[in-house]
Nanobody, 125 residues
Framework: QVQLAESGGGSVQPGESLTLSCVFS????????MGWFRQAPGKEREFVAA????????YYADSVKGRFTISRDNAKNTVYLQMNSLKPEDTAAYYCAADSSSRWREVEPDEYDYWGQGTQVTVSS
């Protein structure tokens, strides 16, 4: 059974950086496209970034493009989200997700098969 475990969240000031990690277990990691989503209180879960099986292709929401970087290490079964120049509006619970389909670059939560428990990111001065 696939399991995802996020870590790396925390409280930072605007302009600072954080790196989130998500460790995958229970199946062949390189067979899954991966994504990061976030959800702020009272809001719907929104797409942040996606990465293809090999890691060669990435896709970002406009709100994070140029500030966030998604990457993966298939040898370590881990996907990362490097977040730079953080803003208060980035405050949310961040979730990693795994997609077993033949497509990647999915932006709808329903397209993903497995989810982590989330890690909180708070950006405040």
């Amino acid at each position: 059974q696939v399991q995802l475990a996020e870590s790396g969240g925390g409280s930072v000031q605007p302009g600072e950086s954080l790196t989130l990690s998500c460790v995958f277990s229970g199946s062949i990691f390189s067979s899954y496209a991966m994504g990061w989503f976030r959800q702020a209180p009272g809001k719907e879960r929104e797409f942040v970034a996606a990465i293809s099986w090999s890691g060669l292709s990435t896709y970002y929401a406009d709100s994070v493009k140029g500030r966030f970087t998604i990457s993966r290490d298939n040898a370590k079964n881990t996907v990362y989200l490097q977040m730079n120049s953080l803003k208060p509006e980035d405050t949310a619970a961040y979730y990693c997700a795994a997609d077993s389909s033949s497509r990647w670059r999915e932006v709808e939560p329903d397209e993903y098969d497995y989810w982590g428990q989330g890690t909180q990111v708070t950006v405040s001065s």
